[in-house]
């Protein structure tokens, strides 16, 4: 309380104000040091309250909201949103960034509410109102629009939902199809923050105790080193034929191809070459063939009653792995375990940079189910979107199979360096960036040249760098796996960047 009238200089005839929190950085945040930083050259560093008087005008208590944002903004930035984090980093940076700070400052603003003695109640119902706008003026802005695509028949779908719904699904969204994603779920009615848009009972996820009450768990358990991912893979690929299966309706509304980077043609590939987009599918498809041939044909020969050879071919395999890479979600369950499970009639959410469901994938205790709640707001007639989490956009479409329309924030380009890297620190502080990166741009619809400039802890490492060479140019060897690129680096910065901008997405759409 004392800190609070030094701060406001009331006095105590003056007590018609409340104590705002402002959203707090912890010290276990992994990057402390940076963000406090941030937070000191925006003179907020050590102040963890403000006062908000019962006479503040309109600009007064917009400023104390617009400090409360830019706060959480900057506490809120995740790796790669900091790393780019330019001399603009207090405003806008993304929209998972900006839903998430939105909804830290909505909660404090809340908290002041219901503890508070009400003389600024008005006020603060002001400021939540404000904070609301403008995650609805987000949506509008950066979200993307859906063309249903009505001519087609739902009809499996239809029966999986009836399925679900008479097992204790609960939904507010639709099943359809749209255009460019295949099926996705539509609002029914119009859906605010906070509302659960889908809540799905725990009896109906597909997880490792499938496996586990399965004739093949005896025989999995003993092989060394397996997974539990990859034994639900092999389950799955049998139990997708059982006509008695549990999940019979789930198995027969997906799709009989996923077309993900994983299961491109020869011509996509060839379109790719000197991409890193091909290292990265080439790379995990080798992963995935080494692994089928440690299992098969030994598990087949050795027991045929329980693994017949014709349901584990190496398509059936790469099938089972698209699938499981582009529906399964990591969900916690009350045990504390984090189990990848196939979430049937959730897994038709499809994925945004801008999405309404942000956080998902704890179960409720109480209720016994997955809830999807809404972090944004969706109008009926929209098409509800998840986040998948925060990928590259060639990570979506190796594993997925699709693009993000919108800008994607996470499309970077991580970089290897040939220098040592030990003197890459802040002011004394160890390194704490576990790669340096660049913005990858060859997937924007942008085709003007990119003026990013470098991203600032990498100007930092390159002008160490140059420190500790002569004074001739500098040239410093970048390479990402197989993408490999000179920079000659004059000392003259800014830097102009121009990735290599290569047509992914219409070798993509033409295959
Ligand atoms: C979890 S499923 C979502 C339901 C899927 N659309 C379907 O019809 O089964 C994930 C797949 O949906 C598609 N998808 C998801 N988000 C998309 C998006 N924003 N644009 C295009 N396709 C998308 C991709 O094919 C991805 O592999």
């Not at 609002?187 to 923050?193: D, G």
């Not at 005896?218 to 080193?225: M, N, V």
């Not at 942008?446 to 100007?459: A, D, M, S, T, V």
Request: aromatic share 10%; proline share 5%.
């Amino acid at each position: 309380m004392e800190a609070d009238k030094e701060l406001t200089g009331l006095s105590n005839a003056e007590t018609k104000s409340s104590i705002l929190f402002l959203p707090e950085l912890f010290e276990d945040d992994p990057f402390f040091q940076k963000k406090k930083k941030l937070l000191e050259d925006l003179s907020l560093d050590g102040q963890e309250i403000m006062s908000l008087k019962s006479s503040s005008s309109p600009s007064q208590w917009k400023d104390i909201l617009d400090i409360m944002l830019k706060r959480a903004r900057i506490i809120n930035l995740n790796e790669i949103e900091l790393y780019f984090a330019g001399a603009d980093v207090y405003n806008f940076v993304s929209p998972r960034n900006e839903l998430e700070a939105l909804h830290s400052v909505i909660g404090l603003v809340e908290s002041s509410m219901s503890s508070d003695k009400h003389e600024v109640e008005s006020l603060l119902g002001l400021m939540h109102k404000a904070a609301f706008d403008l995650i609805h003026q987000l949506g509008e802005k950066v979200g993307e629009e859906t063309r249903v695509v009505r001519e087609s028949s739902c009809e499996k779908e239809n029966s999986l939902m009836q399925w679900g719904k008479s097992n204790g699904v609960n939904t507010k969204l639709e099943i359809t199809y749209v255009e460019g994603a295949g099926r996705g779920a539509i609002a029914t009615e119009n859906l605010k923050v906070g509302d659960i848009a889908m809540e799905i009972p725990l009896s109906l996820l597909i997880c490792d105790k499938d496996v586990i009450e399965s004739d093949m768990f005896p025989i999995l358990k003993k092989i060394d080193g397996i997974e539990s991912e990859t034994m639900l893979l092999l389950w799955s690929m049998k139990e997708k034929h059982n006509l008695h299966s549990k999940y019979k309706l789930y198995f027969e509304s997906l799709p009989e191809a996923f077309n993900t980077g994983l299961s491109f043609g020869v011509s996509a590939i060839m379109g790719l070459d000197g991409t890193i987009l091909l290292e990265e599918i080439v790379q995990a498809k080798e992963h995935l063939r080494t692994q089928y041939e440690q299992l098969f044909p030994a598990i087949c020969e050795s027991h045929p009653d329980i693994f017949p050879a014709e349901l584990y071919t190496w398509e059936q395999f790469l099938w089972a792995c698209e699938l499981w890479y582009s529906n399964s979600m990591k969900i916690m369950f009350d045990d504390g375990k984090l189990r990848t499970c196939l979430v049937p009639i959730a897994g038709f959410l499809n994925h945004s940079t801008c999405p309404h469901i942000l956080h998902y994938g704890k179960t409720d205790p109480v209720t016994k189910s997955v809830k999807f709640p809404l972090s944004r707001p969706c109008n009926a007639g929209d098409q509800c979107f998840l986040s998948y989490g925060n990928f590259s956009s060639s990570h979506l479409l190796t594993f997925y199979g699709f693009m993000p329309k919108q800008e994607n924030p996470y499309d970077v380009i991580p970089l290897d360096f040939d220098i040592a890297t030990d003197e890459d620190c802040v002011d004394g502080e160890p390194c704490e960036w576990g790669t340096h990166m660049v913005r990858g741009t060859w997937f924007s619809k942008n085709n003007g040249i990119f003026n990013y400039g470098l991203p600032p802890p990498l100007l930092d490492h390159l002008r160490r760098a140059r420190g500790s060479t002569s004074k001739a140019k500098t040239r410093v060897m970048f390479y990402s796996k197989s993408f490999l690129f000179f920079i000659f680096i004059s000392l003259q910065f800014p830097v102009i960047w121009h990735v290599n901008q290569l047509s992914f997405s219409r070798t993509y759409h033409s295959c």
